[in-house]
């Protein structure tokens, strides 16, 4: 079985510092790895994947994220926030050959200030 | 393609109704999944199905809870009878499996609110 665990349920930045979230996860194989953002009362859109090839992937927005096997994380950061980076960002896992089902992590909600 | 499209948007329902959630997903996607979002729990899987087969309910709370998908372009949960504590978020997710393209697609959610 795998699973996510994001360090802080909050976070708050000012604008143009470093954004860094934190994520562990925990899998019996390979995994692949999700970033999704959530802004209020909309659905979950993804900002980047991990599927085993680059371990530095780079989203959308300005975010990115490197995979760290001997640390099991998966870390987001973005060099500099936005006012827009205020939301809910949520890590997540799946197994692939084996289900393919996404396990979430708690979420951790940002807040940018001026 | 409009995305995964979920509705109602929001439901406001009375403790014991039944309620139904619809989702049609993304055409051409062969999973699809059902979440469910509260503030305690934050976001549970509750099923899934691959090629219109369920293929894991561990997640649905109890007997209450059902989930269909009669063919790829349509699925529905429903609560029969709805309680209170059921009043969460609920989101439809898509995707298929192939190595470059495993991520879901989410709908805008349903807002189930029971009284």
């Known amino acids: 079985a795998q699973s996510v665990t994001q360090l802080g349920s909050h976070v708050s930045v000012s604008e143009g510092a470093l954004v860094l979230l934190r994520c562990n996860y925990s899998s019996s194989v390979p995994p692949y790895l999700f970033w999704y953002v959530q802004y209020p009362n909309q659905g979950l859109q993804l900002l980047l994947k991990?599927?085993?090839?680059?371990?530095l992937v780079k989203g959308i927005n300005g975010f990115e994220a490197e995979f760290k096997k001997s640390e099991t994380s998966f870390h987001l950061t973005k060099p500099s926030a936005h006012m827009s980076d205020a939301a809910e960002y949520f890590c997540?896992?799946?197994?692939?050959?084996?289900?393919?089902?996404?396990?979430f992590g708690a979420g951790t909600t940002v807040t940018v200030r001026a | 393609d409009a995305g995964v499209i979920q509705s109602p948007r929001h439901e406001v329902t009375e403790m014991g109704q039944e309620v139904t959630l619809r989702c049609k997903p993304i055409?051409?996607?062969?999973?699809l999944f059902w979440y469910r979002q509260t503030m305690m729990r934050g976001l549970e899987l509750l099923i899934y199905?691959?090629?219109?087969?369920?293929?894991?309910d561990s997640g649905m709370p109890e007997d209450r809870f059902s989930a269909k998908m009669p063919n790829a372009s349509f699925s529905t949960l429903k609560i029969q009878p709805s309680e209170p504590r059921d009043s969460a978020v609920y989101f439809c997710?898509?995707?298929?499996?192939?190595?470059?393209?495993?991520?879901?697609?989410f709908g805008q959610g349903t807002r189930l609110t029971v009284v």
């Open positions: 997540a896992v799946s197994t692939p050959f084996e289900d393919y089902k996404l396990s």
């Open positions: 991990y599927t085993s090839a680059a371990t």
């Open positions: 199905f691959n090629n219109n087969v369920p293929i894991d």
């Open positions: 997710a898509s995707s298929t499996q192939t190595r470059e393209n495993t991520e879901a697609f």
């Open positions: 055409s051409g996607h062969d999973y």
